[in-house]
Nanobody
Framework: QVQLVESGGGLVQPGGSLKLSCAASGMAFSIYNMAWYRQPPGKQREWVATITRGGSTNYADFVKGRFTISRDNAKNSVYLQMNSLKPDDTAVYYC????????WGRGSQVTVSS
């Protein structure tokens, strides 16, 4: 079956960096548009960034210039490089695959705190 497994989350100080990874299995990864969402504590899930199957990227305004989404089709993986992290970036980050079907990962906690 399809699985999306996030990794790379953790605790980081404000101004620091983290790189999230999402490994996909059981799907034709290269034909899916991939995205990252996040859910801050006590808030609704929100879209962060998308990379299409063709490699085009889009970002939410609140991460533009700080986060970079990328994919490696040979490794069936999508990544989110997060720089200049702020306490407001604290959230559970979810990997999403969209195509003829939609799939979610189980999430990875990112905590930005001093």
């Amino acid at each position: 079956q399809v699985q999306l497994v996030e990794s790379g989350g953790g605790l980081v100080q404000p101004g620091g960096s983290l790189k999230l990874s999402c490994a996909a299995s059981g799907m034709a990864f290269s034909i899916y548009n991939m995205a990252w969402y996040r859910q801050p504590p006590g808030k609704q899930r929100e879209w962060v960034a998308t990379i299409t199957r063709g490699g085009s990227t889009n970002y939410a305004d609140f991460v533009k210039g700080r986060f970079t989404i990328s994919r490696d089709n040979a490794k069936n993986s999508v990544y989110l490089q997060m720089n200049s992290l702020k306490p407001d970036d604290t959230a559970v980050y979810y990997c999403y695959a969209g195509g003829t079907m939609a799939y979610w990962g189980r999430g990875s906690q990112v905590t930005v705190s001093s």
